[in-house]
């Protein structure tokens, strides 16, 4: 682990940073003009650069401690760089032009559980390149970039839940956002409640492929029922037509953006939690993007005196579930799941609220 002025020689010129999020309802729902609830986690990424005066492009990786070099003419071999790659030609494509960069990255977001490392690095990037080059970018726009790197360079067919929420939520109220029309608000978790995120140890390995298998079946689904998206199904039933797996895909995705609605307008943090568990029996059984050691997980959750309810969250087939928790009771609650979940032989870890000891500054003071 190195500073920025341990591996370039002096101060960068500009830092930004962006969070990770998780998801509180409304999953693969977004490329389907959907709903979504994300909240900002305390976790973030921070971009440092500086113009080089090189021919090409210098990236360090403290998570890593790997230096890639690159210019815009290649895609970088090295899968993280191909973030900070995409984001540099999407804004070119944007007519942000920035000059070749000493880049250095640092971030407590953990990857691979689904709390959007990709996008708070995509936005952390784009903020520290409008910020050298002060183009008119709005934090929308930004997001859109963010997320047509991630989909023409990392391969995800992603929607625009992740970098919205990286760009735009705050960590103590969630993101209410119409994918469709970009519309939102920011709405408060109910009152006495918090978010408690525990990751199942399960490596989301199905991640990329699994995920544009399941928004291949929800385009094929929508195409079939004649509408634009599945967004545009009002009527449940009209499902019952299509062969299987579609008919459950659509089911899940239709059902889901109602339960978004249904908790954007809940104040009472019981009944949002039910909502929750209804979203991870049509996530597990419907869009089948659960694994059993998160079923698991959920259960246990789900059947703590102190949790409201507890769904897997983000892409799916492994990664992170989250819970609504009596607020004053968070860490009570995670030991106990956390042991019972080891007596059944499996190892998870607290994500949310963020352990001290992985606080970016805290990596920082320690560097
Ligand atoms: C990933 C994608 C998002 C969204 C979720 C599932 O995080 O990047 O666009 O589709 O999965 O809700």
């Not at 998570?63 to 790659?85: G, K, S």
């Not at 960590?171 to 408060?188: K, Q």
Request: glycine share 8%; charged share 25%; net charge negative.
């Amino acid at each position: 682990m190195s500073s920025f002025e341990e591996v370039f020689g002096s101060a960068p010129e500009v830092v930004a940073e962006a969070p990770g999020r998780v998801n509180l309802m409304g999953e693969h729902t977004d490329y389907n003009d959907g709903y979504v609830l994300p909240i900002a986690i305390e976790q973030r990424t921070r971009v440092r650069i500086r113009p080089n005066g090189q021919d090409e492009h210098v990236l360090y990786s403290e998570m890593l401690d790997r230096v890639v070099r690159f210019t815009l003419d290649n895609v970088p071999a090295e899968h993280f760089a191909t973030y900070v790659y995409g984001c540099l030609m999407e804004a070119r494509a944007n007519g942000i032009e920035a000059p070749s960069l000493d880049i250095h990255v640092q971030s407590n977001v953990p990857v691979g559980v689904g709390l959007s490392s990709s996008a708070a690095l995509e936005v952390a990037t784009l903020r520290a390149l409008r910020a050298l080059t002060g183009a008119r970018l709005d934090d929308v726009h930004l997001a859109r970039l963010g997320q047509r790197a991630e989909i023409e360079y990392a391969g995800v067919r992603c929607g625009i839940m992740d970098q919205m929420a990286s760009s735009l939520a705050e960590t103590r109220r969630a993101l209410f956002l119409d994918t469709r029309t970009l519309e939102r608000r920011l709405v408060p978790l109910p009152p006495a409640s918090a978010v408690l995120v525990i990751d199942s140890g399960v490596a989301r390995t199905l991640a990329g492929s699994g995920y544009n298998q399941r928004r291949a079946e929800c385009e094929e689904a929508a195409q079939r029922l004649g509408v634009p998206a599945l967004r545009d199904v009002k009527d449940i039933t009209a499902t019952d037509t299509l062969p299987e797996p579609l008919r459950s895909r659509a089911r899940h995705v239709i059902s889901e953006n109602e339960r978004v609605l249904r908790a954007v307008d809940c104040t009472n943090a019981r009944v949002f939690g039910l909502i929750m568990n209804e979203s991870h029996a049509s996530m597990r059984d419907d869009f089948q993007m659960s694994v059993p050691e998160i079923d698991h997980l959920v259960s246990l959750l789900q059947g703590h005196p102190d949790v409201y309810g507890a769904r897997l969250t983000g892409g799916g087939f492994g990664g992170a579930c989250v819970a609504l928790c009596e607020s004053n009771t968070l860490q009570e609650v995670a030991a106990a799941v956390l042991g019972d979940y080891a007596l059944a032989g499996f190892e998870g870890r607290l994500l949310v609220p963020a352990p001290a000891e992985a606080a970016i500054d805290a990596q920082e003071a320690g560097s």
